[in-house]
């Protein structure tokens, strides 16, 4: 019956989606009146003093929006390089796929959930439904010196990265079917609402006074919980920790987090929107936080098994890289040296602890991501330091009460993506089921999901 409903399953979801969304623009376009974008709100001001778009600015937000684009198909080789051959190309294919799928639904309906006009701070109205009335005109997000697509387009990488992330924990075991259906509830349900709470400049947790520069809560506490919750709902790998399944190219891996680094400066410095003195401090405290990482989760390696590895000084990396995002904008280069080196030791902390608390985090993205994201928001709310962002006000510049928020926003975030996210996969399941059959899994994911190998060597 399952097979029988594969076929159909995605068309209807999509078109349920498609229908539930269509009332919401209409629902919305009753309740404003027709009324314009948030844009609106600034017109007076604006038809007294026009903005003009700034090229170089505009340069900048793009060459950033490809910079992050190619961090997701680098977090394919990241993940690939550590799982078994059998399932390298399904791994990748996880990462490529969320690229295909999100381009789609977040130009559909996903962008203006996130950044359209706010109904009461929880959900864009969907006004901007097909991209409707976002445009070549100034942005009434970010900056008015940039294209509104070029916002949106900036945005959008974010959300393709985000669910991409969430593979690491059930690789090597998901029907990739399930995957499909998933990552669009997932963008929809889960991602979109979070990005409003804590970007749309009308979201209540923006209005509270949540800091999170790049993502520290909307991508990495998100999709961190959203990673375990998944990990404990498919259940352990067949063998998990009876049988070894050593990482099948070391290669990949350190490719991949090095493209991963490179691409973060678009992730981190391209969020300043603009290309002057804020993008570079981010693009500083992002490379200055990597290498501090990096440094930490090998040196404790090295005191705690004796030797550094390679795989551990590119997991190291990437915590840095989780770590600092939040707090990339609000911090000093000493700063981002204290954020950095803290996640290198914390999230090494959680990986080797991870086989001793039972679930199977294939990839560890909870301990990666989800703790060295969560750390990252708390930092943030430590660190920020007014001389360098008057946006931002931590603990050591005298404002507290900058930690409760963060500890705050963070568990909102666990909360709503942590039901949300077993709900999504409970229907997932009903539908077509979640995880490959045993003989599927012995067979790789390569072969059983795709009909093809990763290396054909003889």
């Known amino acids: 019956m399952r097979k029988l409903l594969r076929p159909v ?25 027709g009324a314009p974008s948030v844009a609106a709100a600034a017109a007076p001001a604006a038809a007294s003093a026009p903005v003009k778009i700034d ?32 399932n390298v190309l399904g791994t990748i294919m996880h990462s490529f796929w969320a690229i295909c799928i999100v381009s789609i639904v977040w130009v ?47 945005q959008l990488m974010f959300a393709i990265i985000t669910p991409a992330l969430i593979t690491g924990a059930f690789a090597e075991r998901m029907k990739f079917s399930a995957y499909t259906l998933f990552i669009i509830l997932w963008a ?7 990005a409003h709470w804590v970007w749309n400049p009308d979201g209540w947790l923006s209005k509270l006074g949540t800091l999170d520069f790049a993502g520290g809560t909307v991508v990495h506490v998100n999709a961190g919980i959203a990673a375990l919750v998944a990990a404990i709902v498919i259940g352990k790998r067949k063998g998990y920790l009876e049988v070894p399944m050593m990482p099948n190219n070391i290669g990949y891996t350190v490719l991949g987090a090095s493209l991963l680094w490179f ?26 936080a990597t290498a501090a990482a990096a440094l930490g989760w090998s040196f404790t390696e090295w005191a705690h098994k004796g030797r550094p590895t390679v795989l551990g000084a590119a997991s190291g990396a990437v915590a840095g890289l989780v770590a600092i995002t939040p707090a990339a904008g609000f911090v000093t280069p000493l700063g981002a040296i204290a954020i950095g080196v803290v996640a290198g030791i914390i999230c090494y902390a959680a990986v080797n602890l991870r086989p ?13 991501h989800g703790l060295g994201g969560f750390w990252g928001a708390i930092a943030t709310g430590i660190f920020a330091s007014p001389a360098v962002n008057p946006a931002g006000r931590g603990l050591l510049y005298g404002n507290p009460h900058q930690v409760i928020i963060q500890f705050l926003a963070c568990g909102v975030t666990i909360v709503w993506s942590g039901v949300a996210t077993y709900i999504i996969l409970k229907v997932v399941d009903a539908i077509v089921g979640l995880r490959v059959s045993e003989q599927e899994e012995e067979l790789g994911l390569d072969l059983s999901q795709h009909d093809e190998t990763g290396y054909n060597l003889f």
């Open 9 to 33: 399953s995605l068309l209807l979801i999509s078109a349920v989606i498609l229908v539930f969304t269509s009332c919401l623009i209409a629902s919305a376009d009753q309740g404003t009146g």
């Open 55 to 86: 090229s170089g600015d505009t340069a900048w937000l793009l060459l950033s929006s490809a910079l992050v684009l190619i961090m997701t198909p680098a977090l394919g080789f990241f993940y690939g390089g550590m799982v078994r051959k059998k």
């Open 108 to 154: 559909l309906w996903t962008y203006s959930m996130a950044f359209g006009p706010s109904i009461h701070g929880i959900i864009g109205n969907l006004s901007w439904f097909g991209l409707n009335g976002v445009g070549q005109g100034p942005s009434p997000l970010g900056s008015p010196k940039v294209p509104h697509l070029a916002f949106m387009a900036f």
């Open 188 to 194: 929809t349900f889960v991602y979109a609402p979070i």
């Open 263 to 288: 691409g973060w400066f678009g992730f981190n410095a391209g969020s300043a929107i603009t290309s002057g003195g804020l993008a570079a401090l981010a693009f500083v405290t992002t490379n200055t």
């Open 356 to 368: 001793k608390l039972g679930y199977d985090d294939s990839l560890d993205v909870v301990g990666v």
